[in-house]
């Protein structure tokens, strides 16, 4: 076949003649697909065959964005490969990322928009549309509702590493409400870390060099870790291994972790902050602690009054001085004290750093034993091996143009303008070869201030951006809202229905099980209004998210519900009003940000063939919608949003009265990056990439955090934050856990009845991605049911046996509320005997591949009160019984 016979074969192969009139009739956004490009390929692996080619593009089912290459056959996707100079994956993908292959061409895929023709709330019946009448009917429904107020749509989208994101476009330009993943899978610690040391992100260690290392809460064969969606991290962590680095596993459930650790600590779930507390009081009793970080670097000598605030002259913290004398924190001439205590006008006042240690008295690791249930002496020789091993005050000098190109790290061949030696002089850096790794685990009723009771341990050891040490964003910038949570801003009712600055949740990430809640009873949380319409991009609440009852309930409320998505989900097929079918692969997205610690990369999602049956472009969706909804044209429309958030150069800058087509969005970015060939290279190349300066990943000795901001070891403005949510009126149960340092108190499950005697966890497995990749074949074929795990020697108690069906019954001890539903039991030696876990990924009941798989555990946890404290995330823990089905 000819090159013109081939690609006249790929256009009309994807399309039938009655797509493509539909397609235009709405504009010109069909995209061209380019045939020529010679795409950097494994030289190992199979060659290619008479007929096929390679075509570059980017993972979509994950969210690391992982390099593909597609091997083609006459226009037809037929096995998917790594990109092997792809910083992320490095030439693998992993079993999703293959799977995605089938998922592609899934017959079961919509194939064409669709409109409910029954009632909401049973299994939908549809009429095949048009796109022009299925995206005049949403955008009608969001126009309507916008000239209400913007706060009646609300935007729910899955997870993605888009940067910046269609979807994050059309928010900015209508101000409509924005739901994501985030308050469900790691928001507790996200925001404990932002509010700590301004980087909005979990937990990870700097593999390259770190020696010891906590893995808490991380199955590294199940999950991502911190950043990650799979892969990277492996592959990291492996290396680490091979050169000797200690791991210790903090996590009730041993998993993936178990060939893998050298130390593993079946801690009792939701008692992690306890665990830290210990650590942190074996530190401080063996004079582990990096003064100079601590001094210049924390807010850790700043003075404090009675009232738990910072003690302020002229608007200044005060410290005190080698001299004694108290000063201001920034004279000149002031030599910092770290503890102490010191008198003005005849009251006393302690530093933070000395209240701290006081505090931290009363959690020795007996106490700490009593609560976590690790041995003391365990704990004892942890923090003395962390302590032992941060090596503190040591130095690293890291010469760049010595240090080894990422690629030639990885593959030992160098790959010309995508790595070298990075720029700069050698230097000195702090080296601290001490890691953590943590994230979703961070989603447990006191998440918050756990995370911030491991960061301070971190903190003591200065091992924040050492070499070794821990890291969180993967630049070392500080966020944008870092400096604002000196003040936490809390408003007077009525609020929205993310609780976002309200006296219940000042600090939250929106997540959709609270929201739920929030469009229930409205009234209860003095929000004035019920939104309309809900527009749910790539995900699926009702069996994704906490507390499935609540969601349901709260879809039954939107007037106008539409969907996009390649498959007829569970949300679509009870809920939705409008169905449009996405592409999966087979489109056009971007810009990628694909980098990892140690290198800078971009890339973008590519359309190795046209999009199947009638399915579209996302991105061609939404602005489609946004024209539809009339917000695309015009200096305030959608189109000119694109131009500011992608920072497109005049040259490239696009016209906001003209409709354009993503391939030329895609190409004006990377032109404006000096990327000539625009989209062209990427078909090429598939990234760009190169390795990160240290100083980007590293701090050094003088330049210990960025712009030498000082982190937020003590919480005054968590202290202020709680005293006015006590003042205008929210109970106890919403700021109780708004202290200036991490403080234990009793978890809220415990109070319930003592016949619910085990604590249900949810865990990940590696083959799912959510809710999204239990409709691949070979995926669902692995695990297609859910087990409930439990030790060996609990079930022998109970009288429970491999595969024995039991009935699962929760408690909440807050509203006396119990659920229940069947699974069948999996016998295993490696989860602490008290706990009980269940996959995430069941409980569907569209697909015919998912559908009786079992239930999903989010049935059983809950929402609110003591189930989401602090900062409205979700906690995925839950007192249950367990009983043989008879
Ligand atoms: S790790 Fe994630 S992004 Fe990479 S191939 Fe797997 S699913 Fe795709």
Request: charged share 25%; hydrophobic share 35%; glycine share 8%.
């Amino acid at each position: 076949m000819s090159d013109m016979d081939r690609r006249t074969f790929i256009r009309i192969s994807g399309f039938t003649a009655g797509a493509l009139a539909t397609a235009y009739s709405l504009g010109k956004f069909l995209p061209l697909l380019e045939e020529k490009h010679t795409p950097v390929v494994d030289p190992d692996g199979p060659p290619l065959l008479p007929g096929e080619d390679f075509y570059p593009t980017t993972c979509w089912v994950g969210t690391q964005n992982c390099g593909i290459n597609v091997r083609r056959y006459n226009g037809r996707m037929i096995r998917l490969e790594g990109h092997i100079m792809h910083p992320q994956n490095s030439g693998k993908l992993c079993p999703k990322g293959q799977a995605q292959l089938i998922g592609a061409y899934d017959p079961f895929r919509v194939k064409a928009p669709l409109i409910r023709i029954n009632e909401k709330g049973v299994q939908g019946r549809w009429r095949e549309a048009s796109w022009v009448e299925a995206i005049t009917m949403v955008g009608y429904q969001i126009r309507t509702a916008l000239d209400k107020d913007p706060k009646y749509v609300v935007w729910s989208k899955g997870r993605g590493r888009e940067q910046p994101t269609f979807d994050e476009a059309f928010i900015n330009t209508t101000g409509v409400t924005f739901l994501d993943q985030e308050g469900l899978t790691a928001g507790a610690g996200h925001r404990a870390n932002d509010y700590t040391l301004g980087y909005n992100a979990g937990l990870m260690p700097d593999f390259r060099y770190c020696n010891y290392m906590i893995s808490w809460g991380w199955d590294m064969l199940g999950s991502g870790g911190n950043k990650h969606c799979w892969l990277t991290h492996q592959q990291e962590f492996m290396g680490a291994r091979e050169r000797g680095m200690t791991v210790i596993t903090l996590d009730p459930r041993l998993g993936g972790m178990g060939p893998h650790t050298d130390k593993w600590l079946h801690i009792r779930p939701g008692t992690d902050m306890a665990f830290f507390l210990g650590i942190a009081n074996v530190l401080l009793e063996k004079g582990y602690i990096d003064n100079d970080y601590m001094v210049g670097y924390t807010n850790a000598p700043f003075l404090v009054k009675d009232d738990e605030q910072f003690l302020k002259v002229n608007g200044k913290e005060q410290v005190i001085d080698v001299s004694g004398e108290v000063r201001d924190f920034d004279d000149p001439h002031v030599v910092i004290q770290l503890e102490g205590e010191a008198e003005v006008d005849g009251t006393t006042y302690r530093t933070a750093f000395s209240m701290y240690r006081a505090h931290m008295k009363q959690y020795d690791p007996e106490w700490a034993e009593g609560i976590t249930g690790i041995q003391a002496t365990q704990i004892q020789a942890i923090g003395e091996e962390l302590g032992f091993q941060a090596a503190i005050g040591s130095k690293l000098t890291i010469d760049p143009s010595k240090a080894k190109p990422c690629y030639a790290a990885c593959h030992g061949d160098p790959f010309e303008g995508a790595g070298g030696g990075a720029e700069g002089e050698a230097r000195d850096y702090v080296f601290r070869p001490v890691g953590i790794m943590a994230d979703h685990v961070t989603q447990q009723e006191m998440g918050f201030q756990a995370t911030r009771a491991a960061v301070q341990v971190f903190m003591l050891l200065g091992a924040i951006d050492a070499v070794g040490g821990v890291h969180s964003e993967f630049i070392r910038q500080t966020s944008d809202a870092f400096p604002k949570y000196d003040n936490i801003n809390i408003r007077e009712p009525p609020y929205d229905i993310t609780l976002k600055e309200s006296k219940y949740y000042p600090l939250n990430s929106a997540n959709p099980s609270v929201v739920a809640q929030v469009v229930n009873s409205p009234n209860k949380f003095e929000v004035d209004y019920t939104p309309d319409v809900l527009i749910v991009r790539s995900s699926n609440d009702l069996i994704d998210a906490a507390s499935q009852p609540d969601v349901i309930e709260s879809y039954s409320k939107y007037k106008f519900i539409a969907v996009i998505d390649p498959w007829l989900n569970e949300t679509a097929d009870h809920y939705a009003d409008v169905v449009l079918p996405s592409a999966t692969l087979e489109e056009y997205d971007g810009p990628l940000d694909v980098g990892t610690m140690y290198t800078r990369a971009a890339s973008l999602r590519l359309p190795a063939i046209t999009p199947m049956y009638r399915s579209m472009m996302y991105p061609n969706i939404i602005i489609n919608i946004a024209e539809a909804a009339d917000v695309l044209y015009g200096e305030d429309g959608y189109i000119n949003q694109l131009n500011q958030m992608l920072n497109l150069q005049s040259a490239f800058w696009l016209d906001v009265d003209a409709k354009p087509q993503v391939r030329t969005i895609l190409s004006n970015w990377a032109r404006s990056r000096g990327i000539e060939e625009g989209v062209r290279f990427f078909e090429e190349n598939g990234i760009t990439a190169e390795n990160r300066p240290p100083p980007e990943i590293y701090s050094a000795p003088d330049d210990r955090t960025p712009n030498n901001v000082r982190h937020r070891f003590y919480g005054d403005s968590l202290a202020r934050a709680r005293d006015q949510m006590n003042s205008m009126g929210a109970g106890p149960g919403y700021w109780r856990d708004y202290t200036p340092l991490p403080t234990w108190r009793s978890l809220t499950f415990d109070d319930s009845p003592s016949e619910y005697d085990l604590v249900l966890i949810a865990y990940r497995k590696v083959q799912y991605q959510q809710s999204r990749a239990t409709v691949f074949a070979h995926m669902n074929e692995i695990e297609p049911h859910q087990h409930l795990v439990m030790n060996t020697r609990t079930a022998e108690h109970k009288g429970i046996h491999e595969d024995d069906e039991v009935w699962i019954e929760s408690h909440n001890s807050v509203t006396d509320e119990t659920r229940r539903v069947k699974a069948k039991v999996q016998l295993v030696e490696g989860i602490e005997p008290n706990t009980v876990a269940m996959s995430h990924h069941y409980g569907a009941w569209v697909n015919d591949l998912g559908k009786d798989g079992g239930p999903t555990p989010n049935s059983l946890f809950f929402t609110g009160r003591g189930y989401s404290s602090n900062t409205a995330d979700q906690s995925f823990h839950v007192k249950v019984k367990v009983k043989r089905a008879v």
